[in-house]
């Protein structure tokens, strides 16, 4: 089975019922199918082939899941990016994916897309297209020009050919190097993926969702768009973050589900406007990244009526493996992510890997359907994270209890999320070490009332160099997404160092806890 079969099936089933919500847009599984495949059709017109990589780079628009699943449809692979992509990004993410087509919009909430891509297109050498949703210049298609339909025995040739484990979506992430890879995730993971969380929640054909997270992202993605493709439900689409607009959503739309960090919940569920909003729709409100704090869990219950669900993945395994069920209580949920999906391994091992008994900590490592393929054109990094085994090293370090529940203990990785968002320190301290007066940079996440977590730069200058914060800062806006930049720069004359010249960030991190113990 591949994603294109879902289409196959539901407009088949319910071509009536609506798929996509979008501001005053309502599109139908007929009309989801017939989009699709009309994009699918102007790929194939532009040459693309099984297994070629299709850029988008965009806000979470109908377009941006049209294209990814007209690309999917014939075995092309979705490779999308934040809508906050700067040029350098840009100019990164479509070279190591090869990607010969880029869709994307002109503009968005001031951002000026056509002007990163300008800036970069040059440098772009396997870039053959650029499709704009709203714009028509020389070298830029308009989308609506691109649109084709579809010749039935040429589309259904390239659907045809398609298999399941074939890639299908290639989603970004960073590690120790600070150089983002691709996570090659094939049909079959995102089928085994959507169809544990499925299972594992109850979510049902006849749920509603209030989708505020980016594509680019396995939670909006996977767990948002491909889920809902799979079961046959609706997805309100949000193209931003906004707590009172989501709260609109949810009441407006019946909505049953939401799933966020708690950060989004909190600015939602303590909103003045708050009570102009009947949520008493929502049964499935799922949290993800963090422990649900007890405060959060109160208001819940509270307001809503019901406890949400907790849940654990990553990029590199498609999306959430663990969830916590309401049955389990609430005490759970301030500590514990739940239990394994029934259609993985999880084990514990140390670091000479040896499998940890009951109760002690050790690094999570996973096997399974929804592991992906490996990261794209990256041997080396493949060989850190896969074990002779086959097993997933995640780099995050847990326990089980004795009901098989997984508390997450601390992470071996030094990733942070900020509102939702990955940020992978070596990415960041590698663009600080770009500017001319700095030395050393070590990036850590520190607690954060609204977003969860923030960045934290210590940074050792060059001798008789003086940067300021304010310079750094400045130095980062038009290398990072804004997300990225810390929130505190520090300068310091000297770093604690290990012998070797590293940065010591466990003591880094110890000060941190000390500083933020006396507030």
Known sequence: MVLGDFFKKHSQE???????????????????????????????????QRGDR???????????????????????????????????????FVNDSESSVLFMPSTFMG?????????VREEMPTLKHVVCFDLEKE???????????????????????????????????????????????????LIALTNAQIEATGYHRGHIIVLNLPFSHVGGAVMGIICNVNVGNKVVMMDAFNPEETLRLVSEEKATTLGQVPA???????????????????????????????????????????????????????????YTHPSHGEEKLTYSVGKPVPSIQMVLKDDDGNIMPQGEAGEICVKGPVVMKGYWKRPEEDAKV?????????????????DGYLVIVGRKKEMYIRGGENVYPPEIEEAICRHPDVMLAAVVGRPHEKWGEVGRAYIMPKPGKNPTPEEIKEFLKDKLSNFKIPEDVIIRPILPLTPLGKVKKLDLYTEMKQELGKK
């Not at 896969?386 to 004795?402: I, K, N, P, V």
């Open 139 to 189: 070298g830029v298609l308009l989308w609506e020009k691109f649109l084709t339909d579809p010749d039935p025995a040429v589309l259904n040739k390239a659907k045809d050919a398609v298999q399941e484990d074939d890639s299908a979506l290639f989603i970004y992430t960073s590690g120790t190097t600070g150089v983002p890879k691709a996570a090659q995730l094939t049909h079959k993971n």
């Open 14 to 48: 319910i071509p009536n019922n609506e798929a996509l919500v979008f501001k005053e847009r309502r599109i139908t599984f007929k009309q989801y199918d017939e989009a699709t495949d009309r994009v699918a059709m102007g790929l194939l017109k532009l040459g693309v």
């Open 54 to 92: 299709i850029a988008i780079y965009g806000p979470l628009w109908p377009e941006v899941v049209f294209a990814y699943f007209g690309a999917a449809k014939i075995g092309a692979i979705g490779v999308p990016m934040s809508a906050r992509t700067t040029a350098p990004e840009l100019k990164f």
């Open 111 to 119: 951002g000026d897309f056509m002007a990163n891509l300008d800036a």
């Open 386 to 402: 896969f074990d002779a085994d086959g097993f997933l090293h995640t780099g995050d370090m847990g326990r089980f209890e004795d």
């Open 264 to 322: 989004m919940y909190a600015m939602e569920l303590s909103h003045p406007n708050l009570s102009k909003y009947d949520i008493s729709t929502l049964k499935l409100p799922i949290v993800s990244s963090q422990p649900c704090p007890s405060e959060l869990i109160s208001a819940f219950k509270k307001i809503v009526g019901v406890i949400p669900l907790n849940a654990y993945g990553l990029t590199e395994t498609t999306a959430a493996i663990t």
